[in-house]
């Protein structure tokens, strides 16, 4: 399972990079909002130069024409960029003409292995089921992904699946032993999965110890 981080934010991206544990990002209008006012061209473009990989970015748009629309300009920007977009009808069906295109598309807001299905079908790049978003409302989140996971690889479907919405490191593992192709994980969230507490104990010990009988490292 690859990991892209679920941000905006310029500095969590550089700092998530560097431990090279990274291979995507991907944005939606809040996390982006979350970010203050700003040119959305200049932020996308300095995340395609740290990450080189694909970019999420969302069209806010709802009829086919004005998804059409922004999603060949946001692909324009960059080779990296991958357009979200929700699924609905208008969603599916811009879909189908972008595929054609070879404008790469990350379907987004995507509650069902059903949802996820039709995805595949129209051709979208990425599909990304919202696990924590089930989750709070009662579902079993990654059940949907495990569903999908199943349904695109019975029928040998190119679209890969994004679990989104991770809320916790647990989900993190979930989702990789559901064979989700992705998963798109918040910075606070990677660094608990870094994290753990033995290790930190671990390091202090060993150090105490070298300390005993060497001045300094070799
Ligand atoms: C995915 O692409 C979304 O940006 C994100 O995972 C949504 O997560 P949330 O439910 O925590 O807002």
Redesign the pocket.
């Known amino acids: 399972m690859r990991i892209f981080l ?1 941000t905006a934010n310029i500095q969590e991206i550089r700092d998530a990079a560097r431990m090279g544990v990274i291979s995507g990002v ?3 209008p ?2 982006v909002a979350k970010e203050g006012k700003g040119d959305l061209r200049d932020r996308v473009l300095e995340i395609c130069s740290i990450v080189q990989g694909p970019v ?1 970015v969302e069209a806010v748009s709802l009829d086919v024409e004005g998804i059409l629309e922004e999603a060949r300009r946001l692909s324009r920007w960059s080779p990296h960029v991958v357009v ?1 977009v929700p699924i609905t009808p208008a969603g599916l069906e811009a879909t189908a003409t972008l595929s054609k295109e070879g404008v790469k598309t ?1 379907l ?1 807001l995507c509650f069902s292995a059903n949802q996820a299905l039709l995805a595949a079908l129209a051709g979208a790049t990425y599909v ?1 089921p ?1 696990v ?2 089930l989750d709070d409302a009662g579902h079993d989140g990654m059940q949907v992904v495990a569903d999908a996971v199943e349904i695109l690889e019975y029928y040998e479907l190119p679209t890969q699946l ?1 679990a ?4 916790h490191p647990l989900h993190s593992i979930a989702a990789a032993k559901a064979g989700a192709h992705v998963a ?1 994980i ?1 910075y606070k969230v990677l660094m608990q999965m870094v994290q753990h507490p033995l290790t930190d104990v671990g390091i202090e010990r060993f150090l105490a110890d070298w300390k005993k009988v060497m001045p300094a490292p070799v």
């Open positions: 679920d991907t944005t939606n809040s996390l999420s979200k990350n987004t990304s919202f924590g978003r994004i989104a919405s991770i809320r798109t918040p």
